[in-house]
Antibody, heavy 123, light 108 residues
Framework: EVQLVESGGGLVKPGGSLRLSCAAS????????MSWVRQAPGKGLEWVGR??????????DYAAPVKGRFTISRDDSKNTLYLQMNSLKTEDTAVYYC??????????????WGQGTMVTVSS | SYVLTQPPSVSVAPGQTARITCGGN??????VHWYQQKPGQAPVLVVY???DRPSGIPERFSGSNSGNTATLTISRVEAGDEADYYC???????????FGGGTKLTVL
């Protein structure tokens, strides 16, 4: 079964740091381009960033609100994606999803999603 | 940055056709993807590359894209289609993902 499982969410103070993990199974993780998408309470979806596969350069791209504060990385030996979040702000409070394309013939749509992990930034 | 505009809400009676639009500058030159999200659940891809359906998505879901507007069409709407719907594109000029603000579909 193709699956993504996020973990690492929780309550953190403004200015603090948190690292999210996303464990993948059921597909060839090393070939996948992986993204993080977040959703603030009662709000819409917001793309956070992406990491390409190592064979495609392993490069990362980030949305403007998180660039310079968030870092996406991957450990293909562990089939795990990470999101390191530093200098957290209250507006970073959201459910964070990891997502990817497995069953569709495009890298830029997301047909596999995790269940999400909640990050709350509050003093 | 590239902006996608969706109507906040659309209402339709059961059995009728719902059309949800997604506006963007020359969006017809981009590939548009659509997601359905029900409360408390992760999004589900229902249409990709303007008009293709992932495996398991009913034929009632279709898409089109031309000019400055992409449209998700849901035929023979059912109560279970009530959800939030989001369009998404990849902005090739910045190499960043972009989502629309979402549309709440209400089945009357």
């Amino acid at each position: 079964e193709v699956q993504l499982v996020e973990s690492g969410g929780g309550l953190v103070k403004p200015g603090g740091s948190l690292r999210l993990s996303c464990a993948a199974s059921g597909f060839t993780f090393s070939n996948a381009w992986m993204s993080w998408v977040r959703q603030a309470p009662g709000k819409g979806l917001e793309w956070v960033g992406r990491i390409k596969s190592k064979t495609d350069g392993g490069t990362t791209d980030y949305a403007a609100p998180v660039k310079g504060r968030f870092t996406i990385s991957r450990d293909d030996s562990k089939n795990t994606l990470y999101l390191q979040m530093n200098s957290l702000k209250t507006e970073d409070t959201a459910v964070y999803y990891c997502t990817t394309a497995v069953g569709v013939a495009t890298r830029n749509a997301f047909d596999i999603w995790g269940q999400g992990t909640m990050v709350t930034v509050s003093s | 940055s590239y902006v996608l505009t969706q109507p906040p809400s659309v209402s339709v009676a059961p059995g009728q056709t719902a059309r949800i639009t997604c506006g963007g500058n020359n969006i017809g030159s981009k590939s548009v993807h659509w997601y359905q999200q029900k409360p408390g659940q992760a999004p589900v891809l229902v249409v990709y590359d303007d008009s293709d359906r992932p495996s398991g998505i009913p034929e009632r879901f279709s898409g089109s894209n031309s000019g400055n507007t992409a449209t998700l069409t849901i035929s023979r709407v059912e109560a279970g289609d009530e959800a939030d719907y989001y369009c998404q594109v990849w902005d090739s000029s910045s190499d960043l993902g972009v989502f629309g603000g979402g549309t709440k579909l209400t089945v009357l």
